[in-house]
Antibody, heavy 117, light 112 residues
Framework: EVQVVESGGDLVRPGGSLRLSCTASGFTFSACWMHWVRQAPGKGLEWVAIIKGDGSQISYVDSVKGRFTISRDNAKRSLYLQMDSLRDDDTALYYC??????????WGQGTLVTVSS | DIVLTQSPDSLAVSLGERATINCKSSQNLLSGSDSRNYLAWHQQKPGQPPKALIY???ARQSGVPDRFSGSGSGTNFTLTINSLQAADVAVYYC?????????FGQGTRLEI
């Protein structure tokens, strides 16, 4: 059974940092592209970042470029999102999602990030 | 960036009837290299994470009932849900998987 479980969400001050993690099971993690997608309270879905299975290709939405870093550790079957210089508008439920290239085929339950003073 | 615009924003359909949701892209999503349309659909039920339904505009993800079908090409796409059930109440999102940044439509709320 495919599973992805996010963790690391928390309340953080504006300008602060946070690292999200996603642990995967039930599929060949190293072969899969992985995504982070977020959803602000009561809003729609916003794609954040993607990383290829071997880590050789990475892409971000413009609003997080230079502030967020996606990475992975295939030995640990884990995906990460390092978030720096957090802003109020980064407040959202952050989903880890399994991909087949740019196709998203499985979503995690999400972890909540709240940026507030 | 590719902008996806869904219509309507919300709709109410009776049980057993058909629901139709549209998604219009600001750019052509039909690839000239493989003749595939790079458009997906996701379903998000209240209080739950999204669930992938369709990719390549018309290919169903594993386990998705055949009541759900996708169609369209180029810039205009449709998600059709036949024989509507109470469990289909959700927000439906289209998503382009043609190029980065990946983008979603604003969502369509389906009610019974």
């Amino acid at each position: 059974e495919v599973q992805v479980v996010e963790s690391g969400g928390d309340l953080v001050r504006p300008g602060g940092s946070l690292r999200l993690s996603c642990t995967a099971s039930g599929f060949t993690f190293s072969a899969c592209w992985m995504h982070w997608v977020r959803q602000a309270p009561g809003k729609g879905l916003e794609w954040v970042a993607i990383i290829k299975g071997d880590g050789s290709q990475i892409s971000y939405v413009d609003s997080v470029k230079g502030r967020f870093t996606i990475s992975r550790d295939n030995a640990k079957r884990s995906l990460y999102l390092q978030m720096d210089s957090l802003r109020d508008d980064d407040t959202a439920l952050y989903y880890c999602a399994k991909g087949a290239g740019y196709v998203i085929d499985f979503w995690g339950q999400g972890t909540l990030v709240t940026v507030s003073s | 960036d590719i902008v996806l615009t869904q219509s309507p924003d919300s709709l109410a359909v009776s049980l057993g009837e058909r629901a139709t949701i549209n998604c219009k892209s600001s750019q052509n999503l039909l690839s000239g290299s493989d003749s595939r349309n790079y458009l997906a659909w996701h379903q998000q039920k209240p209080g739950q994470p999204p669930k992938a339904l369709i990719y390549w505009a018309s290919a169903r993800q594993s386990g998705v009932p055949d009541r759900f079908s996708g169609s369209g090409s180029g810039t205009n796409f449709t998600l059709t849900i036949n024989s509507l059930q109470a469990a289909d109440v959700a927000v439906y999102y289209c998503q382009q998987h043609y190029s980065a940044p990946i983008t979603f439509g604003q969502g369509t709320r389906l009610e019974i």
